[in-house]
């Protein structure tokens, strides 16, 4: 009787029809994992492109985070940076939407938490800015979390949480090195020093301000704050 199974390959190297689909398809796959690597390359390669560019050709910029995004959908950098230029033509929808698919593809990306509350609380929605914010602070390995602490006690503020915008305000003020700056996040703890009614400490701080700031905005406010002290 003949024997029905078929084979491919010569000497040593012959294996049944079964051996050969399977060696197709173990090509295949290796095929469409190195694409998919290639993918991910060439994705990060326009990523870099587009911040090279941001910061003088904010469309050039753009284009590069939209194609490093279709070539790799889980590049939440690039989400990042597409939310980033969302955020600055205005366009908070589309911004808000870069930067929730960024922490669906990475929930500990506290840097797209804390621009994602930022343009939330753009939007007057102080609650959902403020969860945004605690998210960032949930990481332990965050770099800038006073960033994440000064707009925290921006939005507690609004909402009229005096105590707890302190709190968070403070801890920024202390931070060493600073992402914000310091003349800024002692101003505004001046502010809320001043609606609790802690007249010594705004005094304080604010002086503290106008020698941080001799002659700039952040001086000229807390010159103004001082005044309805007195």
Not at 142 to 169: K, V
Request: hydrophobic content about 40%; overall charge neutral; charged content about 25%.
């Amino acid at each position: 009787m003949p024997d029905r199974e078929q084979n491919c390959g010569r000497g040593p190297w012959r294996v049944s029809q079964y051996g050969c689909s399977l060696l197709v398809v173990v090509g295949l796959l290796v095929s469409a994992c190195a694409a998919t690597e290639e993918s991910i390359q060439k994705s990060q390669g326009h990523y870099q492109e587009g911040i090279a560019a941001i910061s003088g050709d904010r469309q050039k910029a753009f284009v590069s985070f939209q194609k490093a995004v279709q070539l790799n959908p889980k590049n939440k950098e690039a989400r990042y940076g597409l939310g980033h230029v969302y955020a600055i033509q205005g366009k908070l929808a589309l911004a808000e939407e870069e930067f929730r698919t960024a922490i669906q593809i990475d929930d500990a990306y506290s840097e797209a938490h804390t621009y994602l509350g930022q343009v939330l609380a753009s939007q007057g929605k102080w609650d959902e800015a403020i969860r945004s914010y605690r998210a960032a602070l949930a990481n332990p390995l965050y770099a800038t979390p006073d960033l994440a602490r000064f707009h925290l006690g921006l939005a507690l503020t609004q909402r009229g949480d005096f105590q707890e915008a302190m709190e968070s305000l403070e801890d920024a003020v202390a931070a060493n090195p600073a992402s914000v700056p310091q003349a800024l996040t002692h101003l505004e703890l001046g502010r809320v020093y001043s609606k609790l009614g802690y007249a010594v400490k705004a005094r304080e701080i604010l002086s503290k301000v106008k020698a941080m700031d001799k002659g700039g905005e952040y001086a000229a406010a807390a010159t103004e704050l001082l005044a309805r002290l007195k």
